[in-house]
């Protein structure tokens, strides 16, 4: 099945600087690649997507690119803001099945 | 007008007990889901069913049985409930079919269970 790792699993950040988050994947016709924001206390919700069709795409402060040969895909969120701080998941599929990273802990400082 | 609810939010309970967890979409969606976030937020997927057929069932100790009366609705039952169960259970729905890629998850806001 597929395998998703994620780094780091912290990230603390100050405001205004902006955050990477990686993360790999091993089945190679995994072809759909959401990223989850998770506030504490909440449910997650997808803040952007990507499938295997496209190297990048960008949401204003937010973008995902997909390097598809070295099956590993990133999160970029740039001039990061205090409501940016949550747990973040990356996660791919193939079909039904979405399987998720171990979730990233950003927290952006004042 | 809530398009994942679940209830109940919150179960307390003894261990060796056996409970149940309801869940509800109101999306339209084909396609509904169970996941466990454990203590450490690791997000895995337990059951997923499409218009109430079983299309994924993880390695779930038997003790877990969904249920999907109608493709709207996906319920958790779960007999005999040991210390080790105690997580936040998410039910949720996405408008996937036929093979397709699920496309976004819509979430339930989670039940947290604690076993005792």
């Known amino acids: 099945g597929e395998n998703v790792e994620q780094h780091p699993s912290t990230l603390s950040v100050q405001e205004g600087d902006s955050a990477v988050i990686k993360c790999t994947y091993s089945?190679?016709?995994?072809?759909?690649f959401p990223w989850y924001k998770q506030e504490l206390g909440k449910r997650p919700q997808l803040i952007i997507d990507?499938?295997?069709?496209?190297g990048e795409k960008k949401d204003q402060r937010i973008a995902v690119t997909l390097n598809k040969t070295a099956k590993h895909f990133s999160l970029h969120i740039t001039e990061t803001q205090p409501e940016d701080s949550a747990v973040y998941f990356c996660?791919?599929?193939?079909?039904?099945?979405?399987?998720f990273g171990a979730g990233t802990t950003v927290t952006v400082r004042a | 007008d809530t398009a994942v609810s679940q209830t109940p939010k919150y179960l307390v309970t003894q261990m060796g007990n056996d409970k149940s967890i309801k869940c509800e979409q109101n999306?339209?969606?084909?396609?509904m889901y169970w996941y466990k976030q454990d203590s450490k937020k690791f997000l895995k997927i337990m059951f997923s069913y499409n218009n109430k057929e079983l299309i994924i069932n993880e390695t779930v100790p038997n003790r877990f049985s969904p249920k999907s009366p109608d493709k709207a609705h996906l319920n958790l039952h779960i007999n005999s409930l040991e210390l080790g169960d105690s997580a936040v259970y998410f039910c949720?729905?996405?408008?996937?079919?036929?093979?397709?890629?699920?496309?976004?998850?819509?979430f339930g806001e989670g039940s947290r269970l604690t076993v005792l």
């Open positions: 999306l339209g969606h084909d396609t």
């Open positions: 949720a729905s996405s408008q996937g079919t036929g093979g397709l890629p699920a496309g976004e998850l819509f």
């Open positions: 089945d190679s016709a995994s072809n759909y």
């Open positions: 996660a791919a599929s193939r079909d039904y099945k979405l399987s």
């Open positions: 990507i499938r295997s069709n496209v």
